[in-house]
């Protein structure tokens, strides 16, 4: 369905806001469709509609220790955030460094 999911927003807030299938059957439409409007996250109901079938049909597969494995994900992701924001601060700085030499030709 989604073939990056760290780089689809809508995917990661999606993930983030459920930890089993079954939680997002219960958000329904409406729900999900909430979440991402309060997080100022664009989507597209078609996308939606996708992930809950998707839901239902893993809803019925027992998936062993699901909030584990979504804790830890979803910590990664935190981490993987930050670490995104400091390269991001850091190669701001160096470019600001950079363009002070002689050695930047435009």
Not at 21 to 36: N, R, T, Y
Not at 46 to 59: C, G
């Amino acid at each position: 369905m989604f073939d990056r999911l760290f780089q689809h927003q809508t995917a990661m807030a999606i993930a983030a806001c459920c930890d089993s299938p079954a939680k997002l059957i219960e958000l329904g439409h409406a729900g999900v469709s909430q979440h991402l409007r309060k997080k100022k996250i664009p989507h597209r109901m078609r996308t939606i509609e996708k992930v809950l079938a998707w839901a239902s049909q893993a809803a019925r597969e027992h998936i062993k220790d699901g909030p584990l494995h979504h804790a830890i994900w979803t910590d990664l992701y935190e981490l993987y955030q930050h670490f995104q924001r400091q390269i991001f601060s850091v190669e701001q700085e160096l470019v600001g460094l950079l363009v002070q030499t002689p050695y930047v030709r435009l």
